[in-house]
T-cell receptor, first 114, second 111 residues
Framework: NAGVTQTPKFQVLKTGQSMTLQCAQD?????MSWYRQDPGMGLRLIHY???????DQGEVPNGYNVSRSTTEDFPLRLLSAAPSQTSVYFC?????????????FGPGTRLTVL | QQPVQSPQAVILREGEDAVINCSSS?????VHWYRQKHGEAPVFLMI?????EQKGHEKISASFNEKKQQSSLYLTASQLSYSGTYFC????????????FGGGTRLMVKP
């Protein structure tokens, strides 16, 4: 199993550009989520999904869109990048069978918006 | 609301013990602990549930005081590999996947 994979690893954008961060998992997990981590800070939940076709907002959803067309993939779209979105983005997944499962994190995407 | 972790940073010598605390102003269903090394993804350590059930790491222990909405992570006989930033994540309902993370505690273990 590859676990949770994210692409790209690094990305530089100009203000106003859009892009999609990719996340995929091969563990057949129902739950997937996106976090952002700013320097020296904890993780903040952006959006999450409890299964294909179902998504919901987390703590800091503004400026981001998600969709979940398959169990495996959960892309995060930045609609119009802003310098405040400079951060490291982590995707995570876990099974929903129990309400208390460890989350498996991807390696992260380091995004810089100029 | 974000849980509060203390201390923010701690430096240890190998073999010393440390305690990291996590407290919330809201009623909690579960507390999750993760460790993150510099430039890497967070890695799961422990989950503690209301009612005392635990699930996690062999060499690290933790407690969950439901009345005080606090959890403590106990690192005993620390090793160099324990260095990193420790995060607690709290869940308010049995949708334990919706975690709110604290700001982290940076732990450095020196030889």
């Amino acid at each position: 199993n590859a676990g949770v994979t994210q692409t790209p690893k690094f990305q530089v954008l100009k203000t106003g550009q859009s892009m999609t961060l990719q996340c995929a998992q091969d563990m057949n997990h129902e739950y997937m989520s996106w976090y952002r981590q700013d320097p020296g800070m904890g993780l903040r939940l952006i959006h999450y999904s409890v299964g294909a076709g179902i998504t919901d907002q987390g703590e800091v959803p503004n400026g981001y869109n998600v969709s979940r067309s398959t169990t495996e993939d959960f892309p995060l779209r930045l609609l119009s990048a802003a310098p405040s979105q400079t951060s490291v983005y982590f995707c995570a997944s876990n099974p929903l069978a129990q309400p208390y499962n460890e989350q498996f994190f991807g390696p992260g995407t380091r995004l810089t918006v100029l | 609301q974000q849980p509060v972790q203390s201390p923010q940073a701690v430096i240890l010598r190998e073999g010393e013990d440390a305690v990291i605390n996590c407290s919330s102003s809201k009623a909690l269903y579960s507390v999750h602990w993760y460790r993150q090394k510099h430039g890497e993804a967070p890695v799961f350590l422990m989950i503690l549930l209301k009612g005392g059930e635990q699930k996690g790491h062999e060499k690290i222990s933790a407690s969950f005081n439901e009345k005080k909405q606090q959890s403590s992570l106990y690192l005993t006989a620390s090793q160099l590999s324990y260095s990193g930033t420790y995060f607690c994540g709290t869940a308010r309902g049995d949708a334990g996947n919706m975690l709110t993370f604290g700001g982290g505690t940076r732990l450095m273990v020196k030889p």
